[in-house]
C-alpha cells in the first residue's frame, strides 16, 4: 500500500464512494413492478412533498428575478418626493438601462466593475485552485495530525467573509503588520492597485483551504493498486501526478472551481469591508448594484444585477457543457439504475477491484 | 515572513513533499526518506501557519490595550480585557446584533431544514417525472447572486413595510439554505439502505410511517450536519442583512461589527473591531472544532461530487 491510512471521518467519505449504489426506488430491487412504472400515488406524494420548497424558491428566486427583469425596463425621472421617497413617476423606458451599460460615465462605472469582477474570479479562482492542490497533494500524504490540520483548514472558511474583511483591513493598516513585516508603507486598503492585491489576498486565504479540503476528497477515493501498477511500469512522481492524480481528481476539481468561481463572481463582502463602497479599483458588480438601489435608482440597479445574473449563468452553462462538470450527480444517477439492473447484489469488494482495474487500465494506457 | 512569503513557501513546499509515502515504499535509501518525510512535515506546519496566521493575529490584536494595539509583538502585553468590555458596554449594542443573528440564522436554518428533509426524501425515495430537473433546478437557484434576490426584494419590502424586520432577512436567506439544505440530505439519503424501509412497509408500515420511524432516526446525523453548514452560512450572510436592515437595534452581528466607527475615519475602532470579530467567529470554531468530522463529511459530498 502506498497511500496513507485515511482518518475515519475520510474513511467514511471513501466508502461513500465505493459502495455499489443502492437501488434509489423500490421497484429496482422487487420484482412485483417492471422499471419506468410509476404509482400514481408516488407521484402525488412527491408533488405534495416538493412543493413547499417550489413554492418558497419561486417566491425567494423566481419573483425577484422576473420582478429585476420587469424594474430594470423603468427608470424613475423625477427622484425623490416630499417625503423622501420614491416618487411614483417611473417611465418605461424600454432598454434604455441597458444601453446606458455602454455609454456616458455609468457605462464606465460598469465596464470598470465588470472588468473588477472577471479579473477577481479569473486572479483568485486560479491562485485558489493551484494552492488548493498543493495543500491537497502535501495533506494526503501526512499520517499524523491530520485532524488536526484538518480543523485548521476549516478555520478559515468558517471565518464570516465580513470578519474576514476587517481582520485583513487590520493587518493591511498603512502602520499594520503587513507593512511592517514587508518593511513597505503601502496603502493597501485605499486605492489602486495595491487595494486589488489586498483583496485577492484576502480572498485567496479564506478559499483555498476549502479546495484543498475539496481535492483531498477526491484524492483519498483514488485506489493504492492504481500508483503500484504506475510505480511497477517506471512511471515517477510527475507521470503519477500528471496521469493518474490529476485526471482522477478532475471531476471532483471541476465542480469546485465552478462553484468558487460562482461565488468569486458575486463577491460583495470582503471588497466592501476590506476596502470600501464606491471605489473604482475593487468595485465588483454586485457593489455598483447594491450602490445604485441605495441611490433609489432601481431601474439602472436592477439591469446591473440581471447582468450579473446571466454572466452567471452563462458560466455555468459553460461549465456544465463545455466541460462537463457533474454537478447534481447525474450521471451517478444513472450509473445507478444500470448497474442495479445489471447486478442487483454486488459486494463492495468487487466493485473497488472493477473500479481499481479500470483506473489501472486508464492510467498505464 | 509575511502572508504571501508563508504562502509561496506553502506552494513550493507543497508539490516536492507529496511522493514521500510512494518513495518510502520504493525502499529508498534511509537518509532520503527522512529528508522527504520532514519536508512533508514542512510543508504541514506552513499550511496550518497559512490557515492560522491571520486569526492568531486577530485574536492577538484583540487582547491589547487602545494604547499598544500597533504593537507588533507576538503575544499581547500587557494582557487585557479592554476591547472586549468595550464592545458590551451597550454603546454598540452589540450584544443585541448577536442575539438577531442567533435567531435569524437559527430560524433561516430550521426552516430550510423542515423544508429540505421532505424534499430530499421525495428526490431520494420516489420515483417522479423531472426527478432530475427538478433537482438541477434546485441546485441552479444555490448559484444565484445575492444581489437579484436583494434589489427587487428591497423595494417589495419597502412596499410592504418589511424593512427592519427579522422576516426582511430570513425570508431572503432561504434563497441560498434551501438549496444547500436539500443538497446535503438528498446527498445523504441516497446513501442510506432502502432495505431498512422496506422491511418496515412488507411489516405493514405506511410510507409515511416508514419515513418517520425508519428513515428519519437513521438520517438524523445527515440532519445535523446538514443544521450546522446552514448555521454557519446564514450566521455569516452580509449583504441581504445590510440592505434589508438600517435599525442598529435588528442589525446582525456581521453586519453591527462592519459598522464599528471611531470618532473619525482615520482612528478606528481596531481593537474592538477584532474583540468583536472574535466573539462572531469563536462559536464557529468551537463548532468546527467540536463537528469536523461530520463538517468535512457534509462539505465533500455536497460539493465535491
Redesign the interface.
Known amino acids: 500500500?502506498?497511500?496513507?491510512v485515511p482518518s475515519?471521518?475520510?474513511q467514511?467519505?471513501t466508502l461513500?464512494r465505493t459502495?455499489p449504489p443502492?437501488?434509489?426506488?423500490?421497484?429496482q430491487?422487487t420484482t412485483r413492478r417492471k422499471r419506468g412504472n410509476?404509482s400514481p400515488g408516488?407521484?402525488r406524494?412527491?408533488?405534495m412533498?416538493?412543493s413547499?420548497?417550489?413554492l418558497?424558491?419561486a417566491?425567494?428566486?423566481m419573483?425577484?428575478?422576473l420582478?429585476?427583469v420587469h424594474?430594470s425596463l423603468f427608470r424613475a425621472e423625477s427622484g425623490l418626493d416630499a417625503d423622501g421617497f420614491v416618487s411614483e413617476v417611473e417611465s418605461f423606458v424600454g432598454l434604455a438601462n441597458y444601453a446606458d451599460l455602454f455609454v456616458g460615465e455609468s457605462g464606465r462605472r460598469f465596464l470598470n466593475a465588470f472588468a473588477n469582477t472577471t479579473f477577481f474570479t479569473v486572479t483568485t479562482v486560479f491562485l485558489e485552485t493551484?494552492?488548493g492542490?498543493?495543500?491537497a497533494?502535501?495533506?494526503?500524504?501526512?499520517f499524523r495530525?491530520r485532524?488536526f490540520?484538518?480543523?485548521?483548514?476549516?478555520?478559515?472558511?468558517?471565518?464570516?467573509?465580513?470578519?474576514?474583511?476587517?481582520?485583513?483591513r487590520?493587518?493591511f493598516?498603512s502602520?499594520?503588520?503587513?507593512n511592517?513585516?514587508?518593511g513597505s508603507e503601502v496603502l493597501w486598503t485605499a486605492e489602486g492597485n495595491a487595494s486589488k492585491l489586498a483583496v485577492i489576498?484576502a480572498e485567496?486565504?479564506k478559499t483555498a483551504?476549502?479546495i484543498?479540503?475539496?481535492?483531498l476528497?477526491?484524492m483519498q477515493i483514488i485506489p493504492a493498486e492504481v500508483?503500484e501498477a504506475a510505480?511497477i511500469d517506471g512511471a515517477g512522481?510527475w507521470r503519477?501526478?500528471g496521469s493518474i492524480t490529476l485526471p482522477l481528481v478532475k471531476?471532483?476539481l471541476l465542480?469546485?472551481v465552478l462553484?468558487r468561481m460562482?461565488d468569486a463572481?458575486?463577491m460583495?463582502?470582503l471588497p466592501?469591508?476590506l476596502v470600501g463602497p464606491g471605489k473604482e479599483s475593487v468595485e465588483t458588480?454586485?457593489m455598483l448594484?447594491?450602490d445604485e438601489?441605495n441611490q433609489l435608482r432601481?431601474g439602472s440597479?436592477?439591469a446591473?444585477?440581471?447582468v450579473?445574473?446571466l454572466y452567471?449563468?452563462v458560466v455555468?452553462i459553460v461549465f456544465v457543457k463545455v466541460l462537463g462538470a457533474?454537478?447534481?450527480?447525474?450521471k451517478?444517477?444513472k450509473l445507478m439504475s444500470k448497474k442495479s439492473r445489471t447486478k442487483a447484489t454486488r459486494t463492495r469488494d468487487i466493485a473497488d477491484r472493477e473500479i481499481a482495474e479500470q483506473k489501472k487500465a486508464e492510467a498505464t494506457r | 515572513?509575511?502572508?504571501?512569503d508563508l504562502?509561496n513557501a506553502?506552494?513550493d513546499?507543497?508539490?516536492p513533499?507529496?511522493?514521500?509515502?510512494?518513495a518510502a515504499?520504493?525502499g529508498q535509501p534511509k537518509a532520503k526518506r527522512t529528508w522527504r518525510s520532514y519536508s512533508?512535515y514542512a510543508?504541514?506546519a506552513l499550511?496550518?501557519a497559512?490557515?492560522?496566521a491571520?486569526?492568531y493575529?486577530?485574536i492577538v490584536?484583540s487582547l491589547r490595550r487602545t494604547a499598544d494595539i500597533?504593537d507588533?509583538t507576538l503575544l499581547p502585553a500587557p494582557f487585557s480585557l479592554e476591547n472586549y468590555v468595550k464592545v458590551f458596554d451597550g454603546s454598540t449594542m452589540f450584544g443585541q446584533a448577536l442575539l438577531n443573528s442567533l435567531i435569524v440564522a437559527g430560524t433561516t436554518t430550521v426552516f430550510a431544514l423542515v423544508?429540505?428533509v421532505?424534499?430530499a426524501?421525495?428526490?431520494?425515495?420516489?420515483?417522479?417525472?423531472f426527478?432530475?430537473v427538478?433537482?438541477?433546478?434546485?441546485?441552479?437557484?444555490s448559484?444565484?447572486?445575492?444581489?437579484?434576490?436583494?434589489?427587487?426584494?428591497?423595494?417589495?419590502f419597502t412596499d410592504i413595510g418589511w424593512i427592519n424586520t427579522y422576516q426582511a432577512m430570513i425570508?431572503?436567506n432561504?434563497?441560498f439554505a434551501?438549496?444547500l439544505a436539500?443538497w446535503n440530505l438528498t446527498?445523504f439519503m441516497?446513501?442510506l439502505?432502502?432495505?431498512l424501509e422496506?422491511a418496515a412497509m412488507i411489516d405493514g408500515c405506511t410510507?409515511w410511517q416508514a419515513f418517520r420511524k425508519v428513515l428519519l432516526p437513521l438520517a438524523a446525523p445527515g440532519v445535523f450536519t446538514t443544521a450546522i453548514l446552514t448555521f454557519?452560512h446564514s450566521?455569516?450572510e452580509?449583504?441581504i442583512a445590510?440592505?434589508m436592515i438600517n435599525n442598529p437595534a435588528v442589525q446582525t452581528a456581521?453586519?453591527a461589527?462592519?459598522k464599528f466607527t471611531g470618532a473619525t475615519e482615520f482612528q478606528a475602532p481596531?481593537g474592538e473591531?477584532?474583540a468583536a470579530?472574535v466573539i462572531?467567529?469563536v462559536p464557529?470554531?468551537i463548532?468546527?472544532?467540536v463537528f469536523?468530522?461530520?463538517?468535512?463529511?457534509g462539505?465533500?459530498?455536497g460539493?465535491?461530487?
Open positions: 500500500m502506498t497511500s496513507t475515519p471521518g475520510a467514511t467519505g461513500q459502495t443502492r437501488p434509489a426506488t423500490p421497484r430491487s410509476r408516488e407521484g406524494m412527491a408533488a412533498l416538493l413547499p420548497t417550489i418558497v424558491l417566491l425567494v428566486i419573483y425577484p428575478l420582478s429585476a424594474q493551484v494552492l492542490l498543493c495543500m497533494l502535501a495533506m494526503n500524504r501526512a495530525g485532524s490540520l484538518r480543523a485548521s483548514i476549516l478555520v478559515p472558511w468558517a471565518v464570516p467573509t465580513a470578519v474576514s474583511g476587517l481582520l485583513w487590520w493587518i493598516q502602520d499594520g503588520i503587513a511592517n513585516l514587508l489576498i485567496v486565504w483551504p476549502f484543498g479540503l475539496l481535492v476528497a477526491g500508483y510505480k512522481w503519477q501526478l471531476p471532483t465542480v469546485a462553484f460562482l463572481l458575486r460583495f463582502d466592501f469591508v458588480l454586485s448594484a447594491w438601489s432601481y440597479a436592477s446591473f444585477a440581471v450579473l445574473f452567471v449563468a455555468a457533474d454537478v447534481t450527480g447525474a451517478e444517477l | 515572513m509575511t502572508i504571501s504562502r506553502a506552494a513546499s507543497g508539490a513533499s507529496a511522493p514521500t509515502a510512494a515504499a520504493a512533508v510543508g504541514l499550511i496550518f497559512y490557515c492560522l491571520p486569526f493575529w486577530m490584536s500597533f507588533n423544508l429540505g421532505f424534499a426524501y421525495a428526490i431520494s425515495r420516489l420515483n417522479f417525472r426527478k432530475s427538478i433537482l438541477g433546478v434546485i441546485i441552479a437557484t448559484m444565484f447572486p445575492g444581489i437579484s434576490v436583494v434589489v427587487p426584494l428591497l423595494r417589495l425570508v431572503p432561504l434563497s434551501i438549496p436539500v446527498t441516497k446513501q439502505p432502502f432495505d422496506e410510507k454557519i450566521w455569516n452580509f449583504i445590510l440592505s456581521t453586519v461589527i462592519s481596531f473591531q477584532m470579530g462572531v467567529t464557529l470554531v463548532m468546527v472544532l469536523q468530522r461530520r463538517i468535512v463529511e462539505l465533500t459530498a460539493a465535491g461530487k
